[in-house]
């Protein structure tokens, strides 16, 4: 068996990179929860654009869960504002805008409907 | 000696690119990388593990490798295959820094696994053909087992991931299943038996009647088990009816028949 160092480095990056990530991974299984998704929304401040204002939203999922097709509500006065974001994996967020026509006074945000597996 | 080898990690990379470029570019790998169970994923690397070693001893030009070194060719294979992965999904802005580490991870095993089985392929076939092909150890039933199941995940990972199947299993008739099965059958018997398929002469013994007929039998259950297998792992037969977990496996039964047979025979 000749190796040279070269293919000793790579067996040694293939090696430390493959059980390591399977550890990982084992441990990421193992330690996981069940808990469903639940999310935390967080609507930013208000940028005046030509249509009237934007804000920001933030919506975080504190399940363990990816949600997907996640509907997401904000409440401004009368006026209500959605978007839809495709996925928010377990415990990270994921963002979208909505636009009011009025100036925002304490616009409030939920999720109003989702899937998971 | 050094230029031999880095070669050699040449023909792998542009085979891992070319074998699962389709895949690197399938929105249902990035999602799947981050719906499917951490567990389902090390169990994923696992059997890629144990179909490189299969590969790595069967196949090629190389045939007077030890287990020793088929171990550490498979652990190279399958590090190329991980950071290959990561670059293309880096660049391809699938995965940033601001990614969870998690989610990010787990894309990048689940793209890294068939890149892995493409550096394997590549290597051992994009070389030149240096030595004789005489006491290979391939002949045997077990070393064409191996190659068909190798040949039949190249060809249906890269269709099993996608929703498609699920659509074609959903909108099919019991009739038209069962075409699609002796489809599935008549090509695989068909490219082994009659074509005169690169190859086929050597790997697909036939004697007799018998000699075709079981191995026709052997290709299908080969595709079908394979077909089943990658399903699974993509989540698709989750929580489905029995029924609609068969009419999907035997969906992609076709192409991976296609990929036991002449696959099997391009991959040697």
């Known amino acids: 068996m000749k190796k040279n160092w070269l293919e000793w480095c790579v067996f040694a990056l293939g090696l430390v990179l493959t059980l390591s990530i399977l550890g990982y991974l084992i441990f990421l299984g193992l330690n996981r929860g069940e808990q469903p998704p639940i999310f935390k929304v967080t609507v930013g401040s208000p940028q005046k654009v030509s249509d009237g204002y934007q804000l920001r939203v933030d919506v975080y999922n504190q399940g363990d869960v990816t949600a997907q097709s996640v509907q997401v509500e904000v409440e401004n006065r009368a006026e209500k504002a959605r978007f839809q974001i495709d996925f928010v994996p377990e415990h990270s967020s994921a963002k979208g805008w909505v636009v009011f026509s009025q100036e925002p006074d304490r616009p409030k945000g939920k999720v109003t409907g989702f899937t998971a597996q | 000696m050094l230029k031999e080898s880095i070669q050699e990690y040449a023909r792998g990379i542009a085979g891992g690119m070319m074998f699962s470029l389709p895949l690197l570019y399938t929105m249902e790998m990035w999602w799947s990388g981050f719906i499917l169970h951490p567990l389902r994923l090390a169990l994923l690397m696992v059997c890629t593990f144990v179909l490189l070693l299969g590969y790595n001893r069967f196949a090629g030009i190389r045939h007077d490798h030890t287990w020793t070194e088929v171990v550490i060719d498979s652990f190279e294979e399958m590090g190329i295959g991980l950071v290959l992965s990561a670059t293309m999904l880096f660049l391809l802005n699938r995965i940033n820094p601001q990614d969870a580490p998690a989610e990010a991870i787990c894309k990048i095993v689940m793209e890294g696994m068939l890149v892995a089985i493409g550096v394997s392929v590549g290597t051992a076939q994009l070389g030149m053909d240096g030595c004789p092909e005489e006491d290979t150890p391939r002949d045997g039933w077990f070393a064409q087992l191996t190659l068909g199941v190798c040949g039949a995940v190249l060809f249906a990972a890269n269709i099993g991931v996608t929703e498609e199947v699920q659509v074609l299993a959903m909108e099919s008739t019991p009739w038209h299943q069962l075409g699609l099965m002796l489809a599935s059958f008549a090509i695989g018997g068909m490219v082994l038996y009659f074509s005169e398929f690169q190859g086929s002469q050597r ?66």
């Open chain 2, 203 to 268: 790997f697909a013994r036939r004697e007799s009647n018998l000699d075709i007929a079981t191995g026709s039998v052997l290709n299908y259950s080969i595709s079908f088990l394979v077909s089943a297998a990658i399903l699974w792992f993509f989540g698709r037969l989750d929580d489905m009816p029995p029924a609609f977990c068969v009419s999907q496996t035997i969906v992609l039964a076709f192409p991976a028949a296609l990929g036991a047979s002449a696959g099997r025979l391009l991959v040697q």
